[in-house]
């Protein structure tokens, strides 16, 4: 299973708006509506912010949002904030070996 | 409120076993699918394997090379990971963790560490 690819690292300044990318192929994101991402502190334990593409889990602020188009999927951190500053890894189930869970390569955001 | 907790961490040798265990509470775990992920010191996600909550069908990375079982006990509301043959590279944080039933994962523990040195 390979991991999906993401950009190592984004930055930007709080209040803008950052985009991150997750590229897979037609077997996985390309395939499934079953795109999550999940945020990292240095030293927690993830947490899910995005699931099913788009969908926030209550209590994740709205400034947080996701889509997808064909093979690549996308995560957008709108109103930047420091609290944001974390490393951000998306996910997709995969037809080559369903269930497996494939994961991203991760993307370190800086808030600049 | 879900909990999971994970024991086992230990300082191993290339080519032992090691067994870890994970006590999930707050929820019914007979009724949810259970995964373990692991992670490398500075390294990204790598899921491990999953099982179906009857515990009847497990699945496990290929990068593994059947060198590590999953199964479950949901009268005891355990999840287990066997590992064997253990490398230096299988060196890592170990994380059991929930599936949600919309395709995601939920809830983590607080992950275990597995050292591989001689």
């Known amino acids: 299973q390979s991991a999906l690819t993401q950009p190592a690292s984004v930055s930007g300044s709080p209040g803008q708006s950052i985009t991150i990318s997750c590229t897979g192929t037609s077997s996985d994101v390309g395939n499934y509506d079953y795109v999550s991402w999940y945020q990292q502190h240095p030293g927690k334990v993830p947490k899910v912010i995005i699931f099913g593409v788009w969908s926030r889990p209550s209590g994740v602020p709205d400034r947080f949002s996701g889509s997808k188009s064909g093979n690549t999927a996308s995560l957008t951190i709108s109103g930047l904030q420091s609290e944001d500053e974390a490393t951000y890894y998306c996910s997709s189930y995969t037809n080559i070996k369903w269930p497996a869970h494939v994961f991203g390569t991760g993307t370190q955001v800086t808030v600049l | 409120e879900v909990q999971l907790v994970e024991s086992g961490a230990r300082l191993v040798r290339p080519g032992e076993s090691l067994r870890l265990s994970c006590e999930a509470s707050g929820f019914t775990f007979r009724n949810y699918w259970m995964t373990w992920v692991r992670q490398a010191p500075g390294k990204g996600l790598e899921w491990v394997a999953n099982?179906?909550?009857?515990?009847?069908?497990?699945y496990h990375a290929d990068s593994l090379e059947g060198r590590f079982t999953i199964s479950r006990d949901n009268g005891r509301n355990s999840l287990f990971l066997q590992m064997s043959s253990l490398r230096v590279d299988d060196t890592a944080i170990y994380y059991c963790a929930r599936d949600s039933n919309n395709f995601y994962v939920d809830s983590w523990g607080q992950g275990v560490l597995v050292t591989v040195s001689s």
């Open positions: 099982i179906r909550p009857e515990g009847t069908d497990k």
